[in-house]
């Protein structure tokens, strides 16, 4: 009878992982030898799952990424019997987030692990969550590429003459605030509380409804950013120092463990910023990483982004790039960022310019492609001072 049971619910978990795909095929008279293998092997996929695997995968599936789930640890040429099927053989983490992300997928190459992901890179398991996966979008910005590489064809001269005459790294001021210092977690008490910052029950934090945290005094080390809040012209909330390596965003999240947006916002008569609020969602993941600053749209809407190493420095245009949901950009490269200085023309900067501030607006692009000039002119829209060492 217990068995029973158990067949019945894993039945019953397939059932619905097969209607939850992206891709519902419309009834044909004949499917063709690529759908029939595909299917094929996801059927085989699954049965070879066990109970807790398939458990994971489907309430990760159900979320659509807005909780965090385990990994799902499968080999990664095939699960030993069932993804080899007809002349194919399909690596089953293309075949998950093909079928339960991105149904044109071809290839892994494009996929880039995101922060939640815990399992370390292993030459024969892989991770097949597919929330726990975005795909690489790069800037499609040619004359931004060939002025960035003909500032390293400089760097040579430069490295001649010395370094540029950067300031202090960890002063770090913000643009849209009157070049105001961005505090540090030390200058909380030790029982003050940041709003809206918002931690799951199960972390060692008190946790309230408006969404607060204590001051994590404990933690060690120097931020590597601060936060600032933006609704059109007005700031709201403080600035927010970051400590963690990556982070969270967002509006709503079933257990939110970050900086919730929602606790920092009041009421307003303005309508586009309130349809905008409705817009943030599960909103963001920043990642700090080796190579530069990443952010992954996990919201259901785009995000844009503005960011000194995406632009083109020696010009006076506005670059705001475009972040699909799903989708993962690299908004701050640590290689550029140590030049941003010698390679800014200032003579072209219009008032204090800050080379390590980025700016990210949701579901509303700004620049010379939109309606919207300014980014001041965005709902909802947020800042990032990066606390950027040159010498890293």
Not at 231 to 241: A, K, N
Request: proline share 6%; charged share 25%; aromatic share 10%.
């Amino acid at each position: 009878m217990l068995c029973c049971m158990f067949k019945s619910s894993r039945t019953s978990q397939v059932r619905h992982l097969w209607k939850a795909r992206v891709h519902h095929e419309t009834r044909i008279p004949e499917e063709n030898s690529d759908e029939y293998e595909f299917k094929s092997a996801i059927h085989s996929l699954l049965k070879h799952l066990k109970e807790k695997q398939l458990e994971t995968l489907a309430q990760s599936v159900e979320m659509h990424g807005g909780e965090e789930t385990d990994c799902i640890y499968l080999p990664r040429n095939g699960t030993g019997n069932g993804t080899e099927c007809g002349k194919k053989s399909f690596a089953p983490l293309l075949l998950c987030c093909k079928m339960w992300r991105w149904e044109n997928l071809t290839s892994l190459n494009n996929l880039k692990r995101l922060p939640c992901c815990r399992v370390a890179e292993d030459p024969n398991y892989e991770c097949c969550n597919p929330y726990h996966w975005s795909l690489r979008t790069e800037p499609d910005c040619k004359s931004t590429s060939t002025a960035w590489s003909e500032i390293e064809m400089s760097k040579f001269t430069v490295d001649h003459y010395g370094p540029p005459d950067y300031s202090d790294p960890h002063d770090v001021v913000s643009t849209e605030t009157g070049m105001t210092p961005a505090p540090t977690w030390e200058a909380f008490s030790d029982t003050e509380e940041v709003p809206g910052y918002a931690v799951d029950n199960n972390v060692d934090s008190r946790h309230t409804s408006a969404g607060h945290m204590t001051s994590p005094r404990s933690q060690k080390g120097h931020h590597w950013c601060s936060l600032a809040y933006w609704e059109l012209r007005e700031r709201t909330g403080r600035l927010l120092t970051v400590f963690d390596k990556h982070l969270n965003i967002f509006q709503s999240l079933p257990h939110g463990n970050g900086f919730c947006l929602g606790a920092l916002q009041k009421e307003t008569d303005c309508d586009s910023i309130r349809r905008t609020r409705t817009k943030i969602g599960y909103g963001v993941v920043l990642s700090q990483e080796d190579d530069g600053v990443w952010m992954y749209n996990r919201s259901d809407y785009p995000i844009f982004v503005n960011s000194p190493t995406l632009e083109n420095p020696r010009t006076r245009s506005l670059y705001v790039h475009k972040v699909s949901p799903g989708y993962a950009l690299k908004i701050f490269e640590y290689a550029r960022g140590s030049w941003l200085k010698y390679a800014c023309d200032q003579h072209l900067m219009d008032g204090p310019s800050n080379p390590f501030a980025v700016r990210v607006s949701f579901a509303k692009g700004w620049g010379p492609h939109y309606s919207r000039q300014c980014v001041t002119s965005c709902p909802c829209w947020f800042e990032i001072c990066l606390t950027f060492d040159p010498s890293r």
